[in-house]
């Protein structure tokens, strides 16, 4: 990278935006930096004056840095963006460098740091802080047996709880899954709690969003349900 990069800083804490911005002027090859303290001026100034690489808080006063993220992710001009936040949650650090972040640093990095990990994005490289490395692969370990248990869960399912299941997804009442399946209340009951056990859910709610958020499809999604009237809440 040439000298005379310029930054722009999106953060609407106005003391640590200045003190921040006059910290990275005094910084050799760092040319300007612009200050931003929502979404809309950020925009206005990329548009404007377009920086060599965004540093962004993500948590605006009434806004989401997420949106800013996105937005330049799915720019072929877009310039690349560290989060400088507050936090280093591993859960916003992974959605983060999924929305398209080149970095993330804690507001508490030294300045020296801060600035080695500008360097490295504007060279094309992915940054994390060595502190944040461990929770990080931690998170996505965590998650990679979260989803393989799952996908075990629904395999070993038998064909009637799975379509108990699907019907729930739905939306469906105990009732109306009963009256769908041409079974007794108290068969969709023992069904019902089977999924539980073997989700390792505590209501039918959970066991909804679990199987959701794991690919289960409603019935409805899939093929045609009859017509009902009086649909309530199938908790």
């Known amino acids: ?11 609407d804490h106005r003391v640590f935006a200045d003190v921040l911005g006059e910290a990275l002027l005094g ?43 996105e937005e330049l992710a799915r720019r072929t001009d877009g310039p690349p963006a560290i989060v400088l936040s507050g936090s ?4 916003l650090i992974v959605k983060a460098l999924e929305s398209g972040a080149g970095g993330w640093l804690s507001k508490t990095t030294p300045l020296q740091a801060l600035v080695a990990a500008v360097w490295q994005v ?8 060595p502190t944040t490395l461990r929770p990080v692969l931690d998170h996505l370990l ?40 041409f079974v007794s209340m108290n068969t969709v009951r023992t ?28 019935i409805d999604e899939i093929d045609e349900l009859p017509a009902t009237t009086g649909r309530g809440s199938p908790f």
Not at 31 to 60: F, T
Not at 88 to 91: D, F, I, L, V
Request: with cysteine; hydrophobic share 45%; glycine share 8%.
């Open 88 to 91: 280093n949650e591993p859960r």
């Open 122 to 129: 504007l060279g094309g490289q992915l940054y994390l802080a």
């Open 1 to 11: 990278m040439t000298d005379g990069a310029t930054l722009l800083l999106v953060d």
């Open 27 to 69: 910084e050799d090859g760092i040319d300007r930096v612009n200050r931003a303290s929502n979404l809309d001026a950020a925009r206005a100034l990329i548009a404007s004056d377009p920086p060599d690489l965004v540093l962004l808080d993500l948590m605006l006063a009434d806004e989401s840095g997420f949106d800013l993220l």
């Open 142 to 181: 965590s998650d990679r047996q979260g989803r393989q248990a799952a996908a075990g869960f629904v395999a070993e399912l038998t064909p009637r709880e799975l379509e108990v299941l699907r019907c729930l997804v739905s939306g469906m009442t105990r009732a109306e899954v009963a009256a769908h399946l």
């Open 191 to 218: 069904h019902v709690q089977s999924l539980l056990r073997r989700s390792d859910q505590h209501s039918a709610l959970a066991l909804v969003a679990f199987a959701r958020s794991h690919g289960v499809k409603g």
